[in-house]
């Protein structure tokens, strides 16, 4: 159950059984069936999530009401509305299962605690955070420095299995395109 869990940790920093032990034993595993959601707008987000199977995505809706995909999650990935949740706010994104899911929960508690008593916690949370920024910049730069193509491709190679596991409507609004473009950039390949 924790396994890839334990396996990312140790990927991002060096820490002892003991450490990691505890640190599980204040995380929970969690199934979610497809359409749930982990996170809505509204609620302060309290946990941060690592999923260890299936794919969801991350959604903000504008003041029409239409949802825009921003991100899309899957296996061996920490996801969360990270900045509502380190600054206590109510979150503006939704977090929804795209296929039965299943996710470590890190709950602040359990955050807390691995910053205040593990040798590299700190660490830990800040190669999490890292990687938040980097993804959200290159997000940004490519959606306004690159083509549609170009993005379209380029979510293929970060995402090769898509197609086969998100809805064309949901693809097309990562892309910033509608889905009849979508349909057009699909047949020219």
């Keep these: 159950m924790f396994d890839s869990f334990k396996n990312a940790i140790l990927s991002l920093i060096q820490t ?24 809505q707008p509204g609620k302060v987000p309290q946990e ?22 921003i991100h899309f999650a899957s296996e061996n990935q920490f996801v969360a509305d990270y900045s509502n949740f380190l600054l206590q706010q109510p979150a503006m994104y939704t977090l929804q299962a795209l296929e039965p899911l ?13 910053y205040q008593f593990m040798k590299e916690g700190d660490k830990f949370g800040r190669k999490v955070a890292e990687f938040y920024f980097v ?7 490519n959606y306004y420095s690159r083509t549609p193509k170009e993005r379209y ?10 197609h086969n596991r998100v809805p064309q409507h949901m693809i ?3 892309l910033g395109i509608t889905p009849v473009h979508l349909s ?6």
């Design 172 to 174: 097309a609004s990562y």
């Design 16 to 39: 002892d059984q003991q450490e990691l032990d505890q640190l599980i034993s204040l995380c929970s595993f969690q199934k979610f069936r497809k359409n749930d959601f982990l996170s």
């Design 102 to 114: 299943e996710a470590v929960v890190m709950t602040r508690q359990a955050i807390d605690w691995g």
């Design 184 to 189: 057009r950039l699909k047949k020219e390949r």
């Design 48 to 69: 941060v999530f690592f999923i260890s199977k299936g794919l969801l995505r991350v959604v903000v809706t504008d003041s029409k009401g239409v949802e825009h995909t």
């Design 135 to 141: 993804y959200q910049d290159n997000r940004v730069k």
């Design 153 to 162: 491709e380029l979510m293929e190679s970060i995402f090769p299995q898509i």
